[in-house]
């Protein structure tokens, strides 16, 4: 047997005692505060067409004698640390506490200010300029000035480097500097999410003229690296200079990288670590009884996407897409795997928190196993369907892979489930190949970016080949209008759309799962696992 089949009989085995055990769902306890878009869509119409100036991120009182102690935070191993090619949340979260942003994210999804301090946008929407923070330098004593801004934004939108921001920001028509303290974007068509657009995991802000983003690492971020040792730890230490009043709150930074996710939790009840940010459902609940550790779960956008390519058979016949939605029971799988902690999906990365445009208007086909094996007769296939789903191994997604291949045995479709590292599955773009895959998708602010990035034809990272004419002017439509009410319809048609005929399902948003040692001062989790702020907890 081989390390991945003995590991799913392993999960087969454990999965009842897990669910004999799991705690009662837990409800949306912050969805009646309008968490979701509608907070950022305030914050946007704020700006209208004069000057606006965003109320500051919140922070700490500043320490009276700087930052003290050290905070140790449990980490996947990153790959990638130049900030244009950075993808998972190991490599952002490192990231983000070495550079900044121009803008940044609150846990209402409501732009906030960090190198940007206050910008205004014309009336019609093409032109934004941003003001610049004042007494801002990088790690090396350089001062951050609007080139800096300009030549960064135009490397991620350089075509030639293949980056995804390339299309991201491909709406730019120009970037200029106006003097050292501000800067212009100018757009070619109105884009009423460019300033979540300037948030993007990617836009971190380098030196002009960077060499070597990957090992360079100088930010403007509230901590400076030490000592980087690729195989197991990246060391900090507070940037004292730092242009944020109260941050860091620690002298020290020691993110420890850990290749399994259970090796992580075990640390941080032997107290070798302070934080663990992400880990399976399994391991969440056997933390919530344990003496000195608090669990913190934090609903997301975040979602688990099974799905089959369209572009070549078996995925190219709608009746076996039909067959596929109507042999998996989505309630079933999101108390099986999620322990109800989350929400139930609909086929749609447009969820619940984006209270907005999320819509109940279409109906979920009811689970009926008997039709999807006539829908597969009809589709040429009276035999069944055999297929290799190819898994990455980290969160729920094994999991997510034995009850799928339960659920759907019944219907005829037999599934050979291969698990493979997280690195294996991402690496040289091979999700993008397979026919049948599960790929975990982060939370974003807006439901926008996964529309544009993974869903249009021709999408960057369209891994299902998904390619629809009345899809595509709709995400346009809702990409470009000013007319709110026009984006809510666009919305909804877009959702009726997946679930009708997508060759996606998305069975769960899940939550972010984190735990730490008691004592822990300032840790609040955020919606973005990558961009949780470590420089506001105190130990």
């Not at 009646?32 to 209208?48: E, P």
């Not at 599955?425 to 998708?441: A, F, H, K, P, S």
């Not at 696992?529 to 907890?537: E, F, M, S, V, W």
Request: hydrophobic share 45%; aromatic share 8%; with cysteine.
């Amino acid at each position: 047997m081989s390390y991945a089949d003995e590991r799913l009989h392993l999960l087969q085995m454990a999965r009842s005692e897990v669910l004999a055990g799991r705690m009662s769902r837990r409800a949306f306890l912050r969805l009646g505060l309008a968490l979701g878009l509608s907070a950022g869509v305030t914050a946007l119409a704020a700006c209208g067409g004069g000057a606006s100036t965003p109320t500051p991120a919140s922070n700490p009182p500043s320490p009276a004698a700087g930052p003290t102690g050290r905070l140790r935070v449990a980490s996947e191993i990153p790959v990638q640390l130049d900030p244009a090619f950075a993808s998972s949340d190991a490599e952002i979260l490192i990231l983000n506490h070495v550079y900044d942003y121009l803008v940044d994210i609150d846990a209402s999804n409501a732009i906030v200010p960090r190198l940007a301090r206050e910008w205004t946008i014309s009336d019609d929407g093409l032109r934004y300029r941003l003001n610049l923070a004042a007494g801002v330098s990088f790690h090396d004593g350089s001062p951050l000035t609007a080139a800096d801004v300009v030549w960064t934004f135009n490397r991620l939108r350089d075509p030639a480097l293949q980056l995804p921001t390339a299309d991201l920001y491909a709406n730019i028509a120009d970037i200029a500097a106006d003097g050292d303290s501000a800067v212009v974007f100018t757009l070619t068509e109105p884009n009423p999410f460019f300033l979540y657009d300037l948030s993007d995991n990617h836009a971190l802000i380098l030196r002009a003229n960077t060499q070597n983003p990957a090992t360079a690492f100088n930010g403007t971020g509230p901590f400076k690296v030490v000592e980087y040792r690729t195989e197991n730890r990246i060391d900090l230490t507070a940037n004292t200079a730092y242009f944020q009043s109260g941050k860091p709150a620690v002298a020290s930074l020691e993110i420890i990288f850990f290749a399994d996710q259970a090796a992580a939790v075990d640390a941080l009840r032997g107290g070798q670590v302070d934080l663990v940010l992400r880990m399976p459902t399994p391991l969440f609940q056997t933390l919530q009884q344990a003496g000195g550790v608090v669990t913190v779960q934090t609903p997301t956008n975040g979602f688990d996407l099974i799905r089959l390519r369209a572009d070549r058979e078996p995925g190219n016949k709608p009746e076996v897409i039909r067959a596929l939605k109507l042999a998996t029971d989505r309630d079933a799988i999101f108390r099986q795997v999620k322990a109800g902690l989350g929400a139930v999906g609909r086929d749609s990365p447009i969820g619940p928190l984006f209270s907005a445009y999320y819509s109940e208007e279409t109906p979920l086909p009811a689970r009926d196993p008997a039709t999807a094996r006539q829908l597969l007769a009809t589709a040429g296939y009276p035999d069944g369907l055999q297929l290799d789903l190819h898994v990455p191994d980290s969160g729920d997604r094994p999991d997510l892979a034995v009850v799928l291949r339960e659920q759907w045995a019944e219907a005829g479709i037999n599934i050979n489930v291969i698990v493979e590292p997280e690195s294996v599955y991402y690496g040289d773009d091979r999700w993008l190949e397979v026919d049948l895959g599960i790929t975990g998708w982060g939370s974003r602010p807006i439901p926008q970016f996964y529309l544009d990035v993974m869903l249009v034809s021709g999408a960057v990272w369209n891994e299902s080949h998904f390619s629809d004419p009345e899809f595509d002017a709709l995400a346009a439509t809702a990409r470009t209008t000013l007319n709110e009410e026009e984006r809510v319809r666009a919305y909804r048609e877009i959702q009726r759309i997946l679930i009708e005929r997508g060759p996606i399902i998305i069975p769960y948003f899940f939550a972010q799962l984190s735990a730490h040692r008691e004592g822990l001062r300032g840790y609040v989790a955020k919606a973005f696992p990558g961009r949780t702020d470590l420089a506001a907890i105190a130990v």
